[in-house]
Structure formats: C-alpha cells, structure tokens
C-alpha cells in the first residue's frame, strides 16, 4: 500500500520529447519535419497528414480531401502490407477498382492478432497490444513507426470535448502510467494526455504491482478545491465506487469537474450498465451526467472517439445532454449489416466500421465487433457483437485468414 501511496503522489512531469507538443499551439504541424528529408511516399504521407490533423476536430470536414488521402493511403498498404493486400484482391478490391474511401476492404480487428498488419518495417517502431483479458498470450499487435501522428490526433482529440473550456487542469488517473505498461496504448494515451494538459498535483493512483490506491484517491478527491479531472480505465472507475458504497463515502467535487472513462463497466461480482454508473458517479463524486465524457478507442485503430456531451451542454445548457461519440475530420464510422457490409440506415444497428487514416502504416479501414447506431453527427456504442453480429465478425477473419494462408505470394 505504501508503494501505491508514493505512486499516488507522483506529479505530472513536463514532457521532453517534442513530438509531445505538436499541433497544440507550440508548434505547426505543416513543420513537424522531425528529421524527414527523404521525399519516400510513406513520409509524404505523413505530412499532408500532419497538416491535416493539426486543424483539429473543428477543422474543415473535406470529404473530397479525406477521400483522397484515404485512397492514396490505400494504395500505398496495397503495395507494402502483404496481407492486407491479398484480402483486397480475394475481394475485387485494388486500387485500380476502387474509387471512394467507401469502398476500401476493411479487415476484421481480430487480424491484429492473427497476422502481422504492417506496410513497414516493425523493427524500432511501438508496438501497442491489447489486452488479452481471455487468452493472455493472443494479444493484438499495432505498430507504429513513430507516435507523431498519433500523438497529434489523441491531443487534438482529448482537448475540444473533454477540456473545450479550459487550457489545464489538475487530473487524477485510475489505471497505470506509461512507463509500468509500455506496450498499452491505454497507458501512453493517459500518460500524454496529463504531461500535456494536466495542472500540478496531476498523478496517477493505480499501479501495475500494487493496484487501485483507493483510499489515496478518495483523500485527493475530499480536498479538492478547485475543479479537478478524473481520467479512469472504466473498470478501475467501477472498484472505486465500490469502495466508495462500501464505506459510505462520498464527495461533492468543485463545480466543473468532470470524470473520462474507458472500457467495460464490469465490477467485483457484476457488470454495470453504463446509465446506472453513470448515476453512481453523480451520487458519490457529485459530477453531473453533462460532465461525464466516456471515450472509445481500440488498440487497432489509431483515432480516439469521444462523447460530446460536456462540449454540447456548454454551448447551450438549457438542452438536455444527448450522448453520442463525434468523429473527427481525419476519420469515418459506418454502421454496417454484419453479413453484407451494406451501410445500414441512419438509426438502425451494425457494426461500427472505421476508416481510420492514422493508422498509416497498417490498415486504415478495421471492421470492429462493437455494435452501434448513428446519433447526431457521429454514433454510439451498444454493445460488443452477439449472434448474428459475431459470425459476422468470425466470417470476416475466416476470409481474411484463407486469403493469407492459402496466398502464395
């Protein structure tokens, strides 16, 4: 425990790698060259991609130029990921044939585990991994040969719904830093967000030794003053509440603050529906449904997906919050029928699909096995895919699978 309480304490440092701060307003993004002087496709790519991004969420949405920068993107994983490319081919699908990002082949997300998905070499690059919560050693794979564009995009991401009003502020994580899990893209992902964004007295308060501190950060939490930012793994948000009920605790954080989750809502001996969380944060932290911003994100796709509820209701708080995750610029979701692929009408359930053009240097179109509807101007997650749904999924790998294995190039 007291390991836990030291790690609890520890401070948000400065970051030092300047590839941190791009596209923040430190530096622009048009002038990231970090030591590209080759004029190579891929580095090509990664500039217009750079610019592209740095005008964040608010930025234009050019669907002629997205599609373009999807299809040369597509091209270029055509040329240099061999399975990818033999999964387009079985399909019909090249880039001679395909002229829309609508019809880019997208792999199932259980690939990643399944085949190396990489357009470049992987020595020297991050690996992120799932997971693997039900077979520890059959982890997803995503490389990246470096986090420029990926750490653009998760920051430029994070600020509009989660801090849309504010430059900083103080941020207590509930799940482990960078350096305890290198290869976690949950882990850099947090750890970024509190080096870029986080007010001092930020730090973390689970560790990967020691586990979730609860008490320390139920103290942090009873002597807040000024508005502070929970930043949780949503099943380390769920242990604490816990704890929280089963000592009869509870606090009225500062107005303003507000509470980020991630991931499943599965407790000591049930899992939670999100609405009844949700109620359990209001009840013992005192932060409002408005200020809960839950993200979604995958160690397979590059682009973080994230509720606009908090952004919505400071632009207008006379309306009630409609929750639904927004799609930034350099992204797009469909909702498609498990079986056909087909679009499915505006409303109507399917499986989330995105075409993803952060993930440069592997496969941006990824079909997940997550279930949703469009909302708004994006959609929300319903569930992970059963039935019908899942063989959808398991149809999708088993072609992925043949095209590799049965490939002889």
């Given at each position: 425990?007291?390991?836990?309480?030291?790690?609890?304490?520890?401070?948000?440092?400065?970051?030092?790698?300047?590839?941190?701060?791009?596209?923040?307003?430190?530096?622009?993004?048009?002038?990231?060259?970090?030591?590209?002087?080759?004029?190579?496709?891929?580095?090509?790519?990664?500039?217009?991609?750079?610019?592209?991004?740095?005008?964040?969420?608010?930025?234009?949405?050019?669907?002629?130029?997205?599609?373009?920068?999807?299809l040369?993107?597509?091209?270029?994983?055509?040329?240099?990921?061999?399975?990818?490319?033999?999964?387009?081919?079985r399909?019909?699908?090249?880039?001679?044939?395909?002229?829309?990002?609508?019809e880019?082949?997208?792999?199932?997300?259980?690939?990643?585990?399944?085949?190396?998905?990489?357009?470049?070499?992987?020595?020297?690059?991050?690996?992120?991994?799932?997971?693997?919560?039900?077979?520890?050693?059959?982890?997803?794979?995503h490389?990246?040969?470096?986090?420029?564009?990926?750490?653009?995009?998760?920051?430029?991401?994070?600020?509009?719904?989660?801090?849309?009003?504010?430059?900083?502020?103080?941020?207590?994580?509930?799940?482990?830093?960078?350096?305890?899990?290198?290869?976690?893209?949950?882990?850099?992902?947090?750890?970024?967000?509190?080096?870029?964004?986080?007010?001092?007295?930020?730090?973390?308060?689970?560790?990967?030794?020691?586990?979730?501190?609860?008490?320390?950060?139920?103290?942090a939490?009873?002597?807040?003053?000024?508005?502070?930012?929970?930043?949780?793994?949503?099943?380390?948000?769920?242990?604490?509440?816990?704890y929280?009920?089963?000592?009869?605790?509870?606090?009225?954080?500062?107005?303003?603050?507000?509470?980020?989750?991630?991931?499943?809502?599965?407790?000591?001996?049930?899992?939670?529906?999100?609405d009844?969380?949700?109620?359990?944060?209001?009840?013992?932290?005192?932060?409002?449904?408005?200020?809960?911003?839950n993200?979604?994100?995958?160690?397979?796709?590059?682009?973080?997906?994230?509720?606009?509820v908090?952004?919505?209701?400071?632009?207008?708080?006379?309306?009630?919050?409609?929750?639904?995750?927004?799609?930034?610029?350099?992204?797009?979701?469909?909702?498609?029928?498990?079986?056909t692929?087909?679009?499915?009408?505006?409303?109507?359930?399917?499986?989330?699909?995105?075409?993803?053009?952060?993930?440069?240097?592997?496969?941006?179109?990824?079909?997940?096995?997550?279930?949703?509807?469009?909302?708004?101007?994006?959609?929300?997650?319903?569930?992970?895919?059963?039935?019908?749904?899942?063989?959808?999924?398991?149809?999708?790998?088993?072609?992925?699978?043949?095209?590799?294995?049965?490939?002889?190039?």
């Amino acid at each position: 425990m007291r390991c836990a309480r030291r790690l609890a304490l520890r401070r948000a440092g400065r970051p030092k790698d300047p590839l941190l701060v791009i596209g923040v307003g430190v530096a622009d993004p048009s002038q990231a060259q970090h030591d590209i002087h080759a004029t190579t496709p891929e580095k090509h790519l990664e500039q217009e991609l750079l610019a592209f991004v740095g005008r964040g969420v608010d930025g234009p949405r050019d669907d002629a130029e997205f599609n373009d920068l999807a299809l040369r993107l597509f091209a270029y994983q055509f040329a240099n990921n061999r399975p990818y490319r033999l999964l387009a081919e079985r399909r019909g699908r090249t880039p001679a044939t395909v002229g829309h990002w609508r019809e880019i082949p997208a792999v199932p997300i259980a690939a990643f585990k399944e085949t190396l998905l990489a357009a470049e070499p992987i020595d020297g690059a991050v690996e992120f991994n799932s997971s693997g919560t039900t077979r520890p050693e059959h982890k997803s794979r995503h490389f990246h040969p470096d986090l420029t564009l990926y750490n653009l995009n998760a920051q430029r991401n994070f600020k509009a719904p989660v801090l849309p009003e504010r430059d900083r502020m103080r941020s207590l994580v509930v799940f482990p830093p960078r350096d305890e899990l290198p290869n976690s893209s949950l882990a850099h992902w947090l750890t970024l967000m509190v080096e870029r964004f986080g007010a001092p007295g930020s730090g973390w308060f689970v560790s990967s030794t020691a586990g979730l501190d609860a008490p320390a950060l139920l103290t942090a939490l009873e002597i807040a003053e000024e508005p502070i930012g929970v930043l949780a793994a949503s099943f380390g948000l769920v242990h604490f509440l816990e704890y929280c009920q089963d000592h009869g605790a509870s606090v009225s954080l500062p107005p303003g603050s507000r509470v980020m989750d991630t991931g499943g809502y599965k407790g000591r001996s049930r899992e939670y529906a999100r609405d009844e969380l949700y109620a359990m944060v209001t009840e013992r932290l005192g932060v409002p449904a408005s200020h809960i911003v839950n993200m979604y994100g995958m160690t397979e796709h590059g682009t973080q997906f994230l509720d606009a509820v908090l952004r919505d209701h400071l632009a207008d708080r006379d309306q009630a919050p409609v929750r639904y995750k927004v799609v930034p610029p350099w992204a797009r979701t469909l909702v498609v029928d498990p079986e056909t692929m087909a679009e499915q009408p505006a409303g109507e359930r399917g499986l989330l699909l995105h075409v993803d053009l952060i993930n440069r240097a592997s496969a941006l179109c990824v079909l997940s096995e997550d279930v949703g509807h469009t909302v708004g101007g994006g959609f929300e997650l319903l569930g992970r895919a059963q039935g019908s749904q899942a063989r959808g999924c398991s149809i999708a790998l088993d072609e992925l699978l043949e095209a590799v294995h049965g490939g002889s190039r």
